[in-house]
């Protein structure tokens, strides 16, 4: 069976975690936390980057630090996973979704500024497959109307659009180090901080609402409770694991693009003939081979390709159903306009294994099927 995600191990996870162990410090903010926030920093030239405890976590941070109220509206597409939603509901907000465009699957920045109300405080573009949404555009619309601009940079590793890493771009930035991410700790993210002025706020939010973090790098004699907060600051052991991973992230990036690739150019043939569509990376954007998906005809076709390939041994898997058809979305959330790729793009789309050290004897027995199954 090839799997579809494979947790990333690249050799020195035991190590590290062992050095927590012995280090004494097994819970958060010790030198394996401060060795990845500095990496973080350094590779992506934000003011701040914070590990938490998952890329949802880092979200509700930015929710609380953008002071979303209740009754407020946030603009973002109803194809994401449920996080992008949740961290604003939670506060009282109504999620405000809007179509996306059939080329990247992104937030279609061209429909935001219609969606924008007097109640509107924030537009979460979340960058699919680590492919970059159109962030001049949505920048723009959010300066003019004064709104908050949260990036959803879960899959956005190490991508960027025009030069810029994903996730530095608007005031907050989330990555996510969860398993089936590029980068992993297990459960895990981060929060990237752009104006060095909310740096504070967050700390204190991250650390149960204390200062915490002041005190410990000896700024304060004594820490206290200063804002309300909750517990967002991963173990030792999670960034223990994770630091093996930033410190050879580059080859794990070479090896994931290795095998995105070599589907693409070997199943050109088949876009070519008009079977499927495969993946669109804007000339401003370069990916981080986060995701290979393909486009199928229909639904129909996609759950007929699924069942042939899990035959054959190969786990390939749909993604998200659009938010505004769950009850959730219902409940919380009202879809802006027109639905005109939002359902029928989300049904067509179908990730074919992906993941560090993809063999690839297997890339090419996956490319095989897929064209058996169309060329017989
Ligand atoms: C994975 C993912 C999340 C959630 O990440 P966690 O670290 O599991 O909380 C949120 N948004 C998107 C787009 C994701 O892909």
């Given at each position: 069976m090839i799997s579809f995600n494979v947790p990333p191990v690249v050799g020195n996870e035991m190590k590290y975690i062992k050095e927590a162990i012995e280090n004494k410090k097994i819970c958060g903010d010790g030198v394996f936390t401060k060795k990845c926030s500095a990496w973080l920093e350094q590779k992506t030239g934000t003011a701040k980057a914070l590990l938490t405890t998952s890329c949802t976590h880092a979200t509700e941070m930015a929710a609380i630090l953008a002071d979303i109220q209740p009754g407020d509206e946030v603009i973002m597409p109803s194809y994401t996973f449920v996080s992008t939603a949740d961290a604003f509901v939670l506060r009282g907000a109504k999620a405000v979704f809007v179509d996306i465009r059939p080329d990247t699957m992104n937030i279609d920045e061209n429909l935001i500024e219609e969606a924008v109300t007097e109640r509107t405080k924030a537009i979460v573009p979340v960058h699919y497959a680590g492919v970059a949404c159109e962030m001049d555009t949505i920048c723009g619309i959010a300066e003019k109307y004064h709104l908050s601009v949260i990036e959803d940079a879960a899959q956005g590793v190490l991508s960027t659009y025009k030069g810029r890493q994903l996730g530095?771009?608007?005031?907050y930035g989330c990555y996510s180090f969860h398993e089936t991410k590029n980068y992993s700790m297990g459960e895990g993210g981060a929060l990237l901080i752009?104006?060095?002025?909310n740096i504070e706020r967050a700390e204190i939010i991250r650390e149960k609402g204390t200062n915490r973090s002041k005190f410990f790098r000896g700024q304060i004699d004594k820490y206290t409770w200063m804002d309300a907060g909750s517990s967002y600051l991963p173990s030792e052991l999670n960034a223990a694991y994770l630091w093996a991973q930033l410190e050879v992230a580059d080859t794990i990036l070479d090896n994931r693009m290795r095998s995105w690739n070599m589907y693409f150019s070997s199943l050109k043939e088949l876009e070519e003939k008009g079977y499927i569509q495969l993946p669109v990376i804007p000339k401003e954007c370069t990916h981080n081979a986060h995701m290979f998906y393909i486009k199928t005809k229909d639904l129909e076709e996609r759950q007929d390709l699924i069942a042939y390939l899990e035959a054959k041994g190969i786990k390939a898997v749909f993604h998200y159903i659009p938010l505004h058809s769950s009850p959730a979305g219902r409940k919380y959330g009202t879809f802006y306009g027109e639905d005109r790729y939002t359902t029928k793009e989300s049904e067509r789309l179908l990730r074919l294994p992906m993941y560090y050290h993809l063999e690839k004897k297997d890339i090419e027995f996956v490319v095989e099927q897929v064209k058996r199954f169309y060329l017989g």
């Open positions: 530095t771009i608007g005031d752009k104006d060095p002025e």
